[in-house]
């Protein structure tokens, strides 16, 4: 079910913009499913990506699903920490033009 | 569908262990279900409180369902400006102890 590599966009650091970019072409490349994945502070800039993409540039796509998780990542001195995951599938139907 | 206001607990700039004992206390009072909402930037402290209570407070708890949207936030000068959200419905069985 889960869409490859190719179709996920992982959010972190970087405006909002570069990722809005980033689904937006993976449609356009014909992708009728794109995974927008986040973990911690990035969460919320997760949704506001899946928003936008589905407001303003692909009115079309639709949430097709969202689930949350715990993931486990090791710190640099070898500890590990749990954060928060969440992954948003937008689809849409294959382009049509 | 929705839970009542009763049953729903608003994430936001409090520290994120007053929202999972809201939620909690929600769950020891009898609620099957309690709705976890936030916008904007609490949206990433909104899935931690969910996946906090879940693992480690009320694990026969599920997500049964998350949304997100876009509202419409009128600012103090009177304009209005558009913020992300979130809703994570959290359910378990009724208690049985």
């Avoid at 980033?22 to 009728?32: D, E, L, N, R, W």
């Amino acid at each position: 079910m889960q869409a490859s590599d190719q179709n996920t966009v992982f959010v972190g650091s970087k405006p909002t913009s570069n990722y809005v970019l980033a689904v937006v072409t993976q449609f356009k490349f014909g992708s009728t499913e794109v995974l927008i994945k986040a973990r911690g502070k990035a969460i919320s800039k997760a949704v506001d990506v899946a928003e936008i993409v589905r407001r303003r540039y692909a009115r079309d796509a639709e949430v097709a699903d969202i689930s949350i998780s715990t993931e486990e990542v090791a710190s640099n001195d070898g500890r590990t920490f749990r954060v928060s995951s969440i992954s948003i599938t937008l689809s849409r139907q294959a382009d049509r033009t």
